[in-house]
């Protein structure tokens, strides 16, 4: 079956510092992953998505950048981190092939101060 | 382009009582449609689905939904609320054919009141 972890769960980070959330996806090849927020009262954001190794697509200008150096790995970065950056970070994945449904990871809490 | 619309972002049902959380959508296509339940502190978890064929759909803990597509619905049931149902809940559509973009809603808190 399929499994999906994100790491570290929780991350308290000055402003300024850097910033590297990881996320990894077994039991499947070449999913679609995804990076979402979730900041207070807001709902879920797109921050990127990729369909395969190499491949980033951003959905919101910001200082965030995402990296897929394998196929089911993926990274979320920031060389210096904002007060608004605080929040829920989910990772999630998705089978192209037929289910469409996404699943998403334990989630990562950010807190910059 | 599709979205989804949550109508009220907080609920409060007594326990033991109907839970009726609404989702309306637009999609210029056949829509695939989702509900997550969202614990605190965890991230989201697949409640049901709606892709081909009934569209009333069961799911986890005695969740249930029904597409309507003259309505454009999707609203998400549970004829008997549990403590344990507590918990944000989230509607999502990705449209059918080619590379679908999955599109949250803003999510409902539901409280359940002993």
């Known amino acids: 079956s399929q499994t999906i972890h994100q790491w570290p769960a929780t991350l308290v980070q000055p402003v300024g510092s850097p910033l590297s959330l990881e996320c990894t996806v077994e039991?499947?090849?070449?999913?679609?992953l995804y990076w979402y927020r979730q900041a207070a009262g807001r709902g879920l954001q797109l921050l990127f998505y990729?369909?395969?190794?190499?491949?980033i697509s951003s959905e919101v200008p910001q200082n965030l950048s995402a990296s897929r150096p394998q196929d089911r790995q993926f990274i979320l970065s920031s060389k210096k981190l904002l007060l608004s950056d605080s929040g829920f970070y989910l990772c999630?994945?998705?089978?192209?092939?037929?289910?469409?449904?996404?699943?998403f990871g334990e989630g990562s809490w950010l807190t910059v101060v | 382009a599709q979205s989804v619309t949550q109508l009220g972002s907080h609920v409060s049902v007594s326990e033991g009582a109907l839970v009726l959380l609404r989702c309306n959508y637009s999609?210029?296509?056949?829509?695939?449609l989702f509900w997550y339940v969202q614990y605190p502190n965890q991230g989201l978890q697949l409640l049901l689905k709606?892709?081909?064929?009934?569209?009333l759909v069961k799911g986890i803990n005695g969740f249930e939904a029904e597409f309507k597509k003259s309505e454009t619905s999707f609203h998400l049931t549970k004829p008997s609320a549990h403590m344990s149902d507590a918990a944000e809940y989230f509607c999502?559509?990705?449209?059918?054919?080619?590379?679908?973009?999955?599109?949250f809603g803003t999510g409902t808190k539901l409280q359940v009141i002993p």
């Open positions: 039991g499947t090849s070449n999913p679609n």
């Open positions: 990729s369909v395969g190794i190499g491949q």
């Open positions: 999502a559509v990705i449209r059918s054919g080619g590379y679908q973009k999955v599109t």
């Open positions: 709606y892709t081909t064929g009934a569209t």
């Open positions: 999630a994945w998705r089978d192209k092939q037929g289910l469409n449904t996404i699943y």
């Open positions: 999609s210029s296509v056949p829509p695939y």
